[in-house]
């Protein structure tokens, strides 16, 4: 499903990401600004945050089999495969370890995970490398950003740290709201 860029989601993660980007994280980029925020508004749908899939047709969770989904020596089929799967690992990293780093720091405790052994930051850093070597014909123009996202990849994901924390707050005020609005009537916690 695709959200157009006046609807008010679309909105709120650009204010948000170039607020946190250009003040704390001091990224001013404003092509990884509207990457960044695109690629919050794409994985609002979590659909695409699983969209790779094996030659089996299954659906691939963890980046560790994405990667071996993604070599072309091994199980890719191609080297645009290589790319696709590649760009997958960098955009699915950065989300999961700027929004939900308590995630990514329970994976070695999940047991027999191929992710448990995997450094989230390294593999998306090196993915979004690997994706910026594409640089012929159609991916010319876009090999530059990956090359920048891959330099600031640490940067993006404290930057989505705090776009976290600012969702958080939102999501705490708006609770706040709605149980002044109802009286102050005490409610159970939505879990903050």
């Not at 899939?53 to 994405?66: F, H, K, P, Q, S």
């Not at 720091?105 to 027999?112: E, F, I, N, T, V």
Request: hydrophobic share 40%; charged share 30%; proline share 5%.
């Amino acid at each position: 499903m695709w959200i157009p860029p006046d609807h008010p989601l679309c909105k709120l993660f650009r204010e948000l990401v170039v607020r946190r980007f250009y003040g704390d994280a001091m990224l001013r980029d404003a092509d990884i600004a509207r990457y960044v925020s695109n690629l919050l508004v794409e994985f609002a749908h979590v659909k695409n945050l699983y969209k790779i899939r094996d030659a089996r047709g299954r659906r691939l969770e963890d980046v560790g089999l994405m990667l071996i989904e993604s070599n072309p020596l091994l199980e890719g089929r191609s080297f645009d495969r290589e790319r696709e799967v590649r760009k997958h690992i960098g955009d699915y990293t950065l989300f999961l370890s700027g929004l939900f780093p308590e995630y990514v720091a329970s994976l070695p405790r999940r047991g027999l995970r191929v992710d448990a052994f995997i450094d989230y930051l390294k593999a998306g850093k090196e993915s979004y490398r690997i994706v910026s070597c594409f640089d012929q014909f159609e991916y010319r123009d876009e090999a530059p950003l990956f090359r920048r996202l891959s330099d600031s990849f640490e940067l993006c994901v404290f930057g989505l740290n705090l776009v976290k924390q600012d969702l958080e707050r939102m999501r705490q005020q708006c609770y706040q709201r709605w149980q002044a609005t109802l009286g102050g009537a005490e409610f159970p916690s939505p879990g903050l």
